[in-house]
Each structure stands twice: as structure tokens, then as C-alpha cells.
């Protein structure tokens, strides 16, 4: 069976440009949920989506972060634009229907670094 | 952001040797969930914990709710090097997604 695919796996940018992050959730699953992890603060969490619409994006930092599930299959975290202290590594995670989001599912990630 | 506090921070053992390990929190959760991150991975999942006191396994891994259900312990026996890599506790309320992670315990085998 198929995990939670990111992509890309590695991204370096410089400061200022747009970044857009792509996760595909396990299919079946509608809970869906966008990580960081830095060495510092670990893993917070951003936001959270339960089919497909926001629930909670308390964690998300600033107004330059946003983002977008249009359908159960897609997601994206886009930074606009992108600044150095983004530099981490970002995490999807989805839970299937029934758990109330208690066992949650990782992706491999995607490795940020704004130069 | 809020984190659990595990120990011990890192370990060196043996092939062959138990593990363990625990979190610990102020706060009382009703579910406890044990992760192992690999080096450039996402966090796997490993055992999920849901009642005060519960003892559950998974192979050669074994891990307890705390009865305070402040704490949560993991116990990895005979290790092997493949057991290698960062081990996180994460721990929830009832009924909410948010998950508090812990602050990890960085595993090391040495055949």
C-alpha cells in the first residue's frame, strides 16, 4: 500500500521566492495534517484538514503561509515569500475516517532550505 | 511549541540488549502514540496506546500507558542495529488531533 507521498523531497530556494510543497495523503483517509520539524521547536504542527476543509491553522507562523486541499487526494503549503528561518523540513501526515486523527500517518517530508 | 520530555536524551547499548525508554508529561492524555524516525525519513508509527494502563506490542517493541496517564514507556528487546534512529512519544487529549511530540531519544546499537 501506498504511504503519504511528498514532493519535492529537497528544496533550496533563495530568499524571497515562492515555494509550494505537495503532499498525497493514504487513500481512504480524511484527515489530513501539515508538520515542521526543526532541531529546535521539533514537531509542531501547522494546520489540519478534515475533509479537505481547514479545521485548525493555529500553527500556522505568518500570513506568508498558506494552504490548499481541493480535493481528498491533494494538498499543498505554499510560503510567499520564503525566508531563511523557514529552513526545516516539512512534514504531511494523514488519519484515516473513524480515529479522530489519533493515529496519524507521515510522509518522508520535504527537506526546505532558503538560502 | 510544547513538547514532552523523554529519557533519556540518547543511548549507546549492545546488540542483543533491552531498551528503555519513557515520556513524561504535566498534562493527562487519553492517547499515546510511539514513533521511530530515520535519519532523512518521516516519523513511523510503531504502537498506539488508548486506555490508562494498556500494555500493548509490536514484535519486538512493548510499550505502556502510564496509569497517571502522564507518563508512557517503550521497552525494545534484543536490539538489533537496524533499531537504530530517534525514537518520539506524542500524546493527545480526547477526542483532538493535536498531538504535543516528544523531544525524542536518539538510539544507537553498536553490533
Known amino acids: 500500500d501506498a504511504g503519504v507521498i511528498q514532493s519535492p523531497r529537497h528544496e533550496v530556494t533563495e530568499m524571497g521566492q515562492e515555494v509550494t510543497l505537495r503532499c498525497k495523503p493514504i487513500?481512504?483517509?480524511?484527515?489530513l495534517f501539515w508538520y515542521r520539524q526543526t532541531m529546535m521547536r521539533g514537531l509542531e504542527l501547522l494546520i489540519y484538514?478534515?475533509?479537505?476543509?481547514?479545521?485548525?491553522d493555529s500553527g500556522m507562523p505568518e500570513d506568508r503561509f498558506s494552504a490548499k486541499m481541493p480535493n481528498a487526494s491533494f494538498s499543498t503549503l505554499k510560503i510567499q515569500p520564503s525566508e531563511p528561518r523557514d529552513s526545516a523540513v516539512y512534514f504531511c501526515?494523514?488519519?484515516?475516517?473513524?480515529?479522530?486523527?489519533?493515529?496519524?500517518?507521515f510522509g518522508p517530508g520535504t527537506r526546505l532550505t532558503v538560502t | 511549541g510544547q513538547q514532552l520530555n523523554q529519557s533519556p536524551q540518547s543511548m549507546f547499548i549492545q546488540e542483543g540488549e533491552d531498551v528503555s525508554m519513557n515520556c513524561t508529561s504535566s498534562s493527562i492524555f487519553n492517547t499515546w502514540l510511539w514513533y521511530k524516525q530515520d535519519p532523512g525519513e518521516g516519523p513511523v508509527l510503531l504502537i498506539a496506546?488508548?486506555?490508562?494502563?494498556e500494555l500493548t506490542s509490536n514484535g519486538r517493541l512493548t510499550a505502556q500507558f502510564g496509569i497517571t496517564r502522564k507518563d508512557s514507556f517503550l521497552n525494545i528487546s534484543a536490539s538489533i542495529p537496524s533499531d537504530v534512529g530517534i525514537y518520539f512519544c506524542?500524546?493527545?487529549?480526547?477526542?483532538?488531533?493535536?498531538?504535543?511530540f516528544g523531544t525524542g531519544t536518539r538510539l544507537k546499537v553498536l553490533a
Open positions: 484538514f478534515n475533509n479537505n476543509v481547514p479545521i485548525d
Open positions: 487513500s481512504g483517509h480524511n484527515s
Open positions: 506524542a500524546g493527545a487529549t480526547s477526542g483532538t488531533y493535536k498531538y504535543i
Open positions: 501526515a494523514s488519519s484515516p475516517a473513524g480515529t479522530g486523527g489519533y493515529e496519524q500517518y
Open positions: 496506546l488508548y486506555k490508562a494502563g
